[in-house]
């Protein structure tokens, strides 16, 4: 089964940008270029969210509170996905997971920080 590791999280102020990763390991590339993959973020005692997907053809989907600060892009000869958060808030602190959603795939998750 494929394994998803993401990294890039940190603590940075408000306004600044981060860019977070995952790849995908043993995964065959069929798996990674066929299915939708996206990235979750949750605050304890929160419900996990969803803040973007890209699926196979490279269509994306945001969640309203990240458009247009936020995007999300794949290389699929990497197995890699990424997530471009610019002009972030404090309001977007949260584990920051990426996942294979249709097959029930999920990373450790990574801390992102936002200080006012």
């Known amino acids: 089964q494929a394994q998803l590791v993401e990294s890039g999280g940190g603590l940075v102020q408000s306004g600044g940008s981060l860019r977070l990763s995952c790849k995908a390991f043993?995964?065959?590339?069929?798996?990674?270029?066929?299915?939708?993959m996206g990235w979750y973020r949750q605050v304890p005692g929160q419900e996990r969210e969803l803040v973007a997907t890209i699926n196979s053809r490279g269509i994306t989907n945001y969640a309203d509170s990240v458009k247009d600060r936020f995007t999300i892009s794949r290389d699929n000869n990497k197995r890699t996905i990424y997530l471009q958060m610019n002009s972030l808030k404090p309001d977007d602190t949260a584990v920051y997971y990426c996942a294979f959603p249709g097959l029930n795939i999920w990373g450790q998750g990574t801390q992102v920080t936002v200080s006012s």
């Open positions: 043993r995964a065959i590339l069929s798996t990674f270029t066929g299915n939708t």
